[in-house]
Nanobody
Framework: QVQLVESGGGLVQPGGSLRLSCAAS????????MRWYRQAPGKQRELVAA???????IYADSVKGRFTISRDNAKNTVYLQMNSLKPEDTANYYC?????????WGQGTQVTVSS
C-alpha cells in the first residue's frame, strides 16, 4: 500500500519559514516525479514545485526564490523549504508522486501565514 505522509505545516508569521516533509512508503521516490501542490479555500489546486527523477526542479512564479524543493532518496522523503512566507501562501499543501499512470497523493498539511 502506497502512502504519502506530509508534515511540518503550522502557523507562522509573515516573513517566517517552514519546512514541509513528505515521507513515502510503498514506492521508491527515486523513480517518481515528486510535486508539491497547494489549495487555498475557494481556489483551485495549484502546482507549487516539482522535482523530476532526473533532478530537474521547477517552481511556480509566485514562489520562485523563496521555496526550494529537495529530495532524499535514501530516506524516501521529499521536502519543501519555504522562506519569506506571505499571507497569500496560506493553503493546504499536498505531496504528489507520479510515474506514468501511477499517481499518488498525501492527505495534506495546513500552512497558515498570519500575524
Amino acid at each position: 500500500q502506497v502512502q504519502l505522509v506530509e508534515s511540518g505545516g503550522g502557523l507562522v508569521q509573515p516573513g517566517g519559514s517552514l519546512r514541509l516533509s513528505c515521507a513515502a512508503s510503498g514506492i521508491s521516490i527515486s523513480f517518481y516525479a515528486m510535486r508539491w501542490y497547494r489549495q487555498a479555500p475557494g481556489k483551485q489546486r495549484e502546482l507549487v514545485a516539482a522535482s523530476t527523477s532526473g533532478g530537474i526542479t521547477i517552481y511556480a512564479d509566485s514562489v520562485k526564490g523563496r521555496f526550494t524543493i529537495s529530495r532524499d532518496n535514501a530516506k524516501n522523503t521529499v521536502y519543501l523549504q519555504m522562506n519569506s512566507l506571505k499571507p497569500e501562501d496560506t493553503a493546504n499543501y499536498y505531496c504528489n508522486a507520479k510515474l506514468s499512470i501511477n499517481d499518488y497523493w498525501g492527505q495534506g498539511t495546513q500552512v497558515t501565514v498570519s500575524s
